[in-house]
């Protein structure tokens, strides 16, 4: 059965992220914000629990572990590129990051834990898969740089938020009910370890 390709724009609704489905693709237009940055999830989680102003309102928008540069030319900034960073590094804050922030969309790619899961579902939140290894394909999505904070940070770690234009494909690899392609394969692989190391001659 083939996955169910949604073209979306942001911002989005709790409803519209509710009906994602397990492996269907997504294609994203408008404004995303993104950071690889751990110093910058913490400053971010930290206004969070503080209650202090943030340079950006992501209510309804999307937050992704997508590195980028920004080369600052005469007639103003441009992203170059797009690639996805492991999401695992930022299961610390993200919980908070997910219940703080009011986002309907989070990724990168590697998952998120339990812990960020559980606060998807709580909040009507989605996790997009982005391929690794895809810039090159991610990257044409780039239309235009919105904003630029925390530029003390080098570039790949401020808080940007960038234009696209059909951003994709990813694939919905942790749904807004809480089911998560990680666990289902983690399940999988966990149950075939005793005749794996049967067959390899192990005890």
Same mark, same amino acid.
């Given at each position: 059965m083939m996955s169910k390709i949604h073209d979306l724009h942001l911002? $989005? @609704? &709790?409803?519209? =992220?509710?009906? *994602?489905?397990?492996?269907?693709?997504? &294609? $994203? !237009?408008?404004? %995303? @914000?993104?950071? %690889? /940055?751990?110093?910058?999830?913490r400053r971010l989680a930290e206004a969070v629990s503080e209650g202090s102003p943030l340079p950006v309102d992501l209510r309804? /928008?999307?937050?992704?572990?997508l590195s980028t540069y920004v080369d600052e030319t005469v007639d103003g900034p441009v992203p170059l590129y797009l690639n996805p960073s492991?999401?695992? &590094?930022?299961?610390?804050?993200?919980?908070?990051? %997910?219940?703080? +922030?009011? =986002?309907? $969309? =989070?990724g990168g790619k590697g998952g998120l834990d339990e812990a960020s899961t559980a606060a998807m579902r709580e909040c009507g939140c989605v996790y997009l898969s982005f391929l690794g290894g895809g810039?090159? +394909? *991610? !990257? &044409?999505s780039l239309r235009r740089v919105v904003a630029m904070n925390w530029t003390e940070y080098i570039s790949q770690f401020r808080l940007l938020t960038l234009e696209v234009e059909q951003l994709g494909p990813a694939t919905v690899a942790i749904d807004a009910h809480g089911n998560s392609l990680y666990a289902q394969l983690h399940e999988r692989a966990s149950a075939r370890m005793p005749e794996i190391v049967s067959a390899l001659g192990h005890r």
């Open positions: 911002p $989005l @609704t &709790r409803e519209s =992220v509710l009906d *994602l489905k397990l492996g269907d693709m997504v &294609r $994203l !237009s408008g404004e %995303i @914000t993104v950071s %690889i /940055g751990l110093p910058t999830h309804d /928008g999307a937050f992704f572990h492991t999401s695992t &590094r930022y299961n610390t804050w993200m919980p908070t990051l %997910i219940r703080g +922030l009011g =986002v309907r $969309l =989070v810039a090159h +394909l *991610l !990257s &044409r």
